[in-house]
């Protein structure tokens, strides 16, 4: 694979000059997205809308300047990320959009829809197969995600403890990927059922299609079965209380090889734009 060409712009700005969102048109422009062809094209927006009280995400006005460059083009745009494995947040859609709304991400406001990619419990995903996949066969990646015609990557740079910094890579590998999807990087084993937290409401068993779980009737507790149990992850999605539980049992550098061959299957067709903060005024 080529290299890539890096574009930069600096975020500083003049009075009656271009502001940061007129600057990064520029610059996408400038990198070649109106070399794509989008016109009349679903253009999936892959981004991080924040935990609820974190600041370290893209503001908004970012995305809007993208998705209006994307529709200039005849695109048609919509901003996405996939639900989180572990509990917060954003581990199923309607809290996943709930806090996207608190950290400013609107129709209104990015000017196109936010749609996530993964479905209402993390369960809507297409099993994608990893070509010459050493770590990872396949991939399930966000249906919504899958159904685009072309791809943008958003980024923020960020750290993660496992993973250490991550950008690109991560916002693909890590972010495209279902609950189940994340659950197969993160985790090399079963499940376990926390039982204080499980209300015997069978919701992850009907889930299951491999018999990995069962009913205890004295307990009124779910149980999993070892034997039958594949590691798909599907019941973590179906659990609305958090009583589901993998143990990030995967070493760092397995992660980070899963996490990289994950990157592949979204590829195509794509586009990204990473922000770098300017710290300069900062330093001595």
């Known amino acids: 694979m080529e290299k ?6 600096d975020f500083r700005t003049v009075a009656f000059g271009d502001g940061l969102p007129t600057k ?3 610059l996408i422009k400038k990198a070649g997205i109106g070399q794509i062809d989008m016109d009349g094209k679903f253009v999936a927006i892959k981004m991080h809308f924040g935990e609820l009280g974190n600041i370290s995400y893209l503001r908004p006005n970012y995305a809007r300047a993208v998705a209006d460059v994307v529709k200039e083009l005849g695109g048609k745009p919509f901003l996405t990320d ?23 991400f609107t129709p209104l406001t990015v000017g196109c829809p936010i749609l996530i990619g993964d479905g209402l419990k993390g369960t809507d995903d297409i099993a994608v197969p990893v070509a010459g996949g050493e770590y990872v066969k396949e991939a399930r990646i966000g249906r919504a ?4 015609d072309v791809f943008i990557s958003l980024t923020h740079f960020k750290g993660h403890e496992m993973t250490g910094f991550g950008g690109t890579i991560k916002n693909i590998g890590m972010g495209c990927g279902s609950r189940a999807g994340k659950t197969d990087q993160h985790s090399s084993g079963k499940p376990h059922i926390d ?5 015997g409401c069978r919701r992850c068993q009907r889930e299951c299609a491999n018999g990995g779980l069962e009913f205890d009737t004295i307990s009124k507790k779910m149980m999993v079965n070892h034997e039958n149990c594949v ?15 993998f143990d990030n049992d995967a070493a760092n550098a397995l992660l980070n090889c899963r996490m990289a061959q994950l990157f592949g299957p979204c590829r195509e067709n794509w586009f990204r734009y990473s922000r770098i903060r300017d710290n300069s005024s900062q330093m001595n």
């Open 24 to 26: 990064l048109k520029k």
């Open 195 to 199: 039982p204080t937290l499980c209300r």
């Open 4 to 9: 890539a060409k890096v574009y930069f712009t």
């Open 231 to 245: 590691g798909c992850g599907r019941c973590l999605g179906a659990c609305n209380f958090d009583a589901i539980v």
């Open 145 to 148: 995600i899958m159904d685009a």
């Open 82 to 104: 996939c639900n989180t494995m572990y509990p917060g947040s954003r581990k199923n859609a309607l809290e996943h959009l709930e806090c996207a709304w608190e950290n400013g």
